[in-house]
C-alpha cells in the first residue's frame, strides 16, 4: 500500500508540473501572437519596417520592394493584420488630406535619379499607379525628387516614407495676367 501511494504522489506531482508547464506554453504563445496583432482603422494607413531575415537594401535605396530589411513599399490597409513584434514594427499614420482650395505636391525620397537638366519628374498619366510604392519604385520606374502630378483635393492612402507630400493654396491665375 506504501509504495502505492508514493507512486501516486510521484507521478501525480509529474504531471501537475507538466500541467503546469503547458499552461504557461500556451499562455507565452497567446500573448507572442496577441502583441502582435496590428489594427488599422478605416483612416489610417499601415508603414511596415522590416527588422529582421530580410537583407540589405540595394544602394541608395530608402525603401524596400523586395523584402529587404528597412522600410517596406506596400503598406496595410485597414483591417487585422499580424505582424511578428521580433520581425516587424508598425507605425499608424493618419491618411494625407487634400482639403477643397488645396493641393498636394508631391515629392518622391527614392526612386531612379532624374535625367541630367530635368528639375521636376514627368507627370503620370494615372495617378493611382504612382500612388502604389511597389508599383513606383520597380515596373514604373519612378523618379526621386518633385514630380509634376499634384493631387486633388481627397483623402489618400500612400506610403509617407517614400512620398513626401506639402499642401499648398491652389491659386487661379487669370489668363492674360501673367
Known amino acids: ?10 507521478t501525480g506531482g509529474k504531471l501537475k508540473a507538466t500541467g503546469l508547464f503547458i499552461l504557461m506554453l500556451v499562455v507565452g504563445l497567446a500573448i ?4 502582435s496583432v496590428v489594427k488599422i482603422d478605416g483612416d489610417e494607413v499601415g508603414i511596415v519596417e522590416k527588422k529582421l531575415f530580410g537583407g540589405d537594401l540595394p544602394q541608395g535605396s ?8 528597412g522600410v517596406q513599399a506596400q503598406v496595410l490597409a485597414p ?8 520581425q516587424y514594427n508598425v507605425l499608424k499614420q493618419k491618411m494625407i488630406e487634400i482639403e477643397q482650395g488645396y493641393v498636394g505636391l508631391v515629392q518622391a525620397l527614392d526612386g531612379r535619379s532624374l535625367p541630367e537638366g530635368v528639375i521636376y519628374a514627368p507627370e503620370w498619366d494615372d495617378k493611382d499607379k504612382m500612388k502604389n510604392a511597389e508599383y513606383f519604385l520597380t515596373e514604373g520606374k519612378g523618379y526621386k525628387g518633385p514630380k509634376l502630378t499634384v493631387l486633388d483635393p481627397g483623402k489618400y492612402r500612400i506610403n509617407t516614407e517614400l512620398f513626401k507630400i506639402t499642401k499648398t ?6 489668363i492674360g495676367t501673367v
Open 62 to 69: 530608402i525603401i524596400a520592394t523586395d523584402g529587404e530589411n
Open 79 to 86: 483591417g487585422w493584420h499580424v505582424k511578428w513584434k521580433w
Open 1 to 10: 500500500m506504501e509504495a502505492n501511494a508514493n507512486w501516486e504522489q510521484i
Open 32 to 35: 507572442l501572437i496577441f502583441s
Open 169 to 174: 493654396p491652389l491659386i487661379n491665375v487669370k
